[in-house]
């Protein structure tokens, strides 16, 4: 599997980052170094292996669905690079 | 008075409950050594003095009327990873902006609940991407420590090396730090400090910005082993804030120290041996070996078959976490913006914009990893491939008690060495990242001088949940090191 100039422009898209063209072969480049690297796992034998997704052996938590918090939209949007009245301003999204 | 700097933090709460001094005249002293050295080391992005000098005045306050906490008047450095209400946080990053949390990570807000006192936020890796700290959007952190032979500026490691550095170079008292693949321990091997990372799920990752989230975990770095079981204490704990926190019981790490190592089996893994490792990194785990022999251990001979798989599956797994949890930054509700044409081109320009090389290479490595037609290739693979590591160390486990390891393959090398080379640098971490990816615990202790006379590290890899035995066997090997060596 190798990562050529159009995958890195879909995975750009994919990500939302904005890539020039002048840098695209480049890191194509970079990415199929560091993919080539890990294609050393398929030397592990991982047959009937469970797949791990947690590093510890816990139950998730549960909780009573009830409000424990709220009333707070100053603080929720102090850090917003726009706001007014109490919203977020964003560029238009819904035509 | 001798310059209080000069004090241990062990011996700093000795000090301010004698009433040799109070935490302000503490804080104070800290707050100049970090004026005279932070323009050359670069480790504190924000200094909080008026902050700093406020939480003393009221230490000072508690301890006269007889309340007094575990960190009493102790002045620490942030890493800037942590949500330190109404301080900006940056995660080294340009994308934050101006962010300024409204709220307190859970591990701060114990250290200011046990009476420490905040001198700043310290520089790290972009959202601790890197093991050099080159990756920071505000400049490298620059070691403490030099080469005998030359001048040549060298890197504290990294992720966490303005928290290595500050302690290295007392422009602290002890540091909090972050450890994903090795931020902590490495750093701590290239800055002669003591860097634990506890076991997953032992300190609260709310309020911490995220990596990784299957792997990120806190610690502090200290100056001696001491320092570190009182600092780890403060910060550990439950929290129903995360999901992933445990809920047990706090250890006595102090107490566990005075155990000793009679009796214990400390198993050797025959696959913590890389090409080119130095010599001399071979010579320093012998002795640790024979410091351990000489105080009553049994050292077991073990493997780890699949360790030289670890840190391939770790640049699959933390990738993947890395491009979800990162989805976050789109300039809508925090952060910079950048504005674009329409909603697609501002969240494009953004994060080009906001976002440094190393973390783009990772965002784009763990989209494609996770993108369809790839999944099972790398993702799920990569997740087996971790079970097996886990399964290595759980087969260890039946034959000994802890694990004795170098901490990192180098001594600190200089800045600009290894940033041209992705592999080259993620290498650092391949004696560090199996413990993330099992979710033990492990420490990294100063136990010798290379020929240059450079700091070089031990690693002690512990059970989950068993920081204890951790803390009794880095105490045994402390004594016998004897590390005392500062920066020049």
């Known amino acids: ?95 | 008075m001798t310059n209080l700097t000069e004090l241990n933090l062990n011996q700093a709460l000795s000090g301010l409950k004698a009433g040799n001094f109070t935490s302000t005249e503490l804080t104070q002293s800290y707050l100049k050594s970090i004026e005279a050295q932070n323009t050359s080391l670069n480790a504190y992005l924000v200094v909080t003095a008026d902050k700093a000098l406020e939480m003393a005045k009221a230490s000072d306050a508690r301890r006269a009327s007889g309340n007094v906490g575990a960190l009493e008047g102790i002045p620490l450095g942030i890493k800037d990873l942590f949500c330190t209400k109404g301080v900006r946080t940056t995660a080294a990053s340009k994308i934050l902006g101006d962010f300024a949390p409204e709220y307190e990570s859970t591990v701060t807000s114990q250290l200011w609940r046990d009476g420490a006192v905040m001198l700043g936020k310290l520089n790290l890796d972009e959202f601790a991407m890197g093991s050099s700290n080159e990756t920071s959007a505000f400049g490298s952190v620059v070691n403490p420590w030099k080469r005998k032979s030359s001048k040549v500026p060298l890197t504290p490691g990294g992720s966490s090396g303005g928290s290595a550095a500050a302690v290295a170079a007392h422009m602290c008292l002890g540091a909090t730090a972050t450890d994903t693949g090795g931020s902590i321990r490495q750093p701590a091997a290239f800055t002669g400090t003591v860097g634990i990372k506890p076991t997953y799920g032992r300190c609260s990752r709310y309020g911490i910005v995220a990596f990784a989230s299957s792997l990120d975990q806190a610690g502090p770095i200290a100056r001696n082993v001491t320092d570190s079981a009182i600092l780890l204490q403060s910060m550990m704990g439950h929290d129903p804030k995360d999901s992933t926190s445990l809920n047990v019981a706090v250890p006595d790490l102090v107490a566990a120290m005075a155990k000793g190592v009679k009796g214990m089996r400390i198993g050797i893994p025959k696959e913590y041996r890389v090409d080119g490792m130095p010599a001399e990194i071979e010579k320093l785990w012998q002795q640790g070996i024979a410091w351990l022999k000489d105080a009553g251990a049994e050292i077991v001979d073990i493997s780890l078959p699949h360790t030289k798989y670890a840190l391939p599956a770790y640049y699959i797994v933390a990738p993947a976490e890395a491009s979800s949890n990162l989805a976050r930054y789109d300039g809508m509700r925090f952060g910079a913006r950048v504005e674009g044409v329409d909603l697609t081109d501002t969240y494009e320009k953004t994060r080009a914009q906001g976002f440094g090389e190393e973390v783009k290479r990772r965002i784009l490595i763990g989209t494609y990893v996770l993108s369809a037609g790839y999944y099972d290739a790398y993702y799920l693979r990569a997740q087996k491939v971790r079970a097996r590591i886990l399964e290595d160390f759980t087969n260890a486990w039946g034959k000994c008690d802890a694990i004795l390891t170098p901490t990192a393959p180098s001594a600190a090398f200089g800045l600009g060495e290894k940033s041209d080379d992705p592999i080259k640098m993620y290498l650092n971490d391949v004696f560090t990242v199996t413990a993330n990816l099992a979710g033990l615990p492990a420490i990294s202790i100063p136990a010798a001088l290379d020929v240059d006379g450079l700091p070089l590290g031990l690693q002690i890899i512990g059970k989950a949940m068993d920081e204890e035995t951790i803390y009794s066997v880095a105490a045994v090997m402390e004594q016998a090191a004897n590390f005392s060596t500062r920066p020049a």
Request: aromatic content about 4%; hydrophobic content about 45%; cysteine-free.
């Open chain 1, 1 to 95: 599997m190798s990562v050529d100039d159009a995958t890195v422009r879909k995975i750009t898209k994919l990500a939302r980052i904005e890539i020039q063209d002048s840098k695209v072969a480049k890191m194509a480049n970079e990415l199929n170094g560091i993919l080539n690297w890990i294609e050393m796992l398929n030397e592990v034998d991982v047959d009937g292996v469970e797949p791990m997704a947690s590093a510890v052996a816990i139950s998730l938590p549960t909780r009573d669905d009830e409000i424990t918090d709220g009333y707070i939209q100053a603080s929720v949007i102090k850090n917003a690079p726009k706001a007014d009245s109490g919203f977020f301003v964003v560029p238009k999204s819904v035509e």
